[in-house]
Nanobody
Framework: QLVESGGGLVQPGGSLRLSCAASGFQFNLNNMQWVRQAPGKGLEWVSSINPDGTYADYDETVKGRFTISRDNAKDTLYLQMNSLKTEDTAVYYC?????????RGQGTQVTVAS
């Protein structure tokens, strides 16, 4: 099970930190990712991280602004989002794996508006 939290309404330029609490599988053995879905659009990959947190990758649209991290002791995945833009507005999901989404949470809404 994956449960996201931390979304909300923020002004352009603001920051949010998303969390994803994982259970029911061996979190510390899995790549994890964040994906998002903007209104009227399909799922978009945002970022991925390897099992021990030593390597991460980002979509070009968020590189330098977002940071993915994980705490394997707490079975929790994070996404620190800085310098948010209106185009970052979407439902954000965490998912198991590097790319391709098979298992994801219910999502958390992020709205960037002034």
């Amino acid at each position: 099970q994956l449960v996201e939290s931390g979304g909300g309404l923020v002004q352009p330029g603001g920051s949010l930190r998303l969390s994803c609490a994982a259970s029911g599988f061996q979190f510390n053995l899995n790549n994890m990712q964040w994906v998002r879905q903007a209104p009227g659009k399909g799922l978009e990959w945002v970022s991925s991280i390897n099992p021990d947190g030593t390597y991460a990758d980002y979509d070009e649209t968020v590189k330098g602004r977002f940071t993915i991290s994980r705490d394997n002791a707490k079975d929790t995945l994070y996404l620190q989002m800085n310098s948010l833009k209106t185009e970052d507005t979407a439902v954000y999901y965490c998912a198991i794996g590097w790319t391709g989404v098979s298992t994801r949470g219910q999502g958390t809404q992020v709205t960037v508006a002034s």
